[in-house]
T-cell receptor
Framework: DAKTTQPNSMESNEEEPVHLPCNHS???????IHWYRQLPSQGPEYVIH???SNVNNRMASLAIAEDRKSSTLILHRATLRDAAVYYC??????????????FGKGTKLSVKP | EAGVAQSPRYKIIEKRQSVAFWCNPI?????LYWYQQILGQGPKLLIQ????????DSQLPKDRFSAERLKGVDSTLKIQPAKLEDSAVYLC?????????????FGPGTRLTVL
């Protein structure tokens, strides 16, 4: 079962920042926090991942709470192309079957022009 | 770099028929995954390979589904016989290895409709 909680949907205006929240109160010390997104009619796409510290890449930023029980994916300037379902996933670093991605329903982000 | 390739992109069959899907992962990726995504849900892992060995097939309905990755490169997923509830998008993904921080690269998927 998915171990994260995300809002079902969010709306944003184009060119504004978007903060997508994720709660994971049962996270363990070896769990990585992964974010994937899925554009309409496409396979999921990796966005970013982190363990304890905040992370930045060309696509987004990931802010991780100090107790690691929640995180926020930040899109700095939303574009129409960012309209997608965003999945927050915990992934243990055990490798093998225990390290599989377990997708929930994610957050459907709509971006208005 | 070429992405994960899948074929066919679409398939329509009648119930009780058989169907096969093909996946070619990114070159050099040891780990290959097959997911099933039913409309309105997130993808669900069916089977995971490390090279040509099965790591996890606990969610694969083995009475009708089978998968192989004989030479540790490309893979096929077969359904025989298909049921109405198998209508879904079948996604293939690959990653360099099994490390928990490693990203997975997904193909475009095969949309299966069972009538």
């Amino acid at each position: 079962d998915a171990k994260t909680t995300q809002p079902n949907s969010m709306e944003s205006n184009e060119e504004e920042p978007v903060h997508l929240p994720c709660n994971h109160s049962t996270i363990s010390g070896t769990d990585y926090i992964h974010w994937y997104r899925q554009l309409p009619s496409q396979g999921p796409e990796y966005v970013i991942h982190g363990l304890t510290s905040n992370v930045n890449n060309r696509m987004a930023s990931l802010a991780i709470a100090e107790d690691r029980k929640s995180s926020t994916l930040i899109l700095h300037r939303a574009t129409l192309r960012d309209a997608a379902v965003y999945y927050c996933i915990l992934r243990p670093n055990y490798g093998g079957s225990q390290g599989n991605l377990i997708f929930g329903k994610g957050t459907k982000l709509s971006v208005k022009p | 770099e070429a992405g994960v390739a899948q074929s066919p992109r679409y398939k329509i069959i009648e119930k009780r028929q058989s169907v096969a899907f093909w996946c070619n992962p990114i070159s050099g990726h040891a780990t290959l995954y097959w997911y099933q995504q039913i409309l309105g849900q997130g993808p669900k892992l069916l089977i995971q390979f490390q090279n040509n060995g099965v790591v996890d097939d606990s969610q694969l309905p083995k009475d009708r589904f089978s998968a192989e990755r004989l030479k540790g490169v490309d893979s096929t997923l077969k359904i025989q016989p298909a049921k109405l509830e198998d209508s879904a998008v079948y996604l293939c993904a690959s990653s360099l290895d099994l490390e928990g921080f490693r990203e997975q690269f997904f193909g475009p998927g095969t949309r299966l409709t069972v009538l």
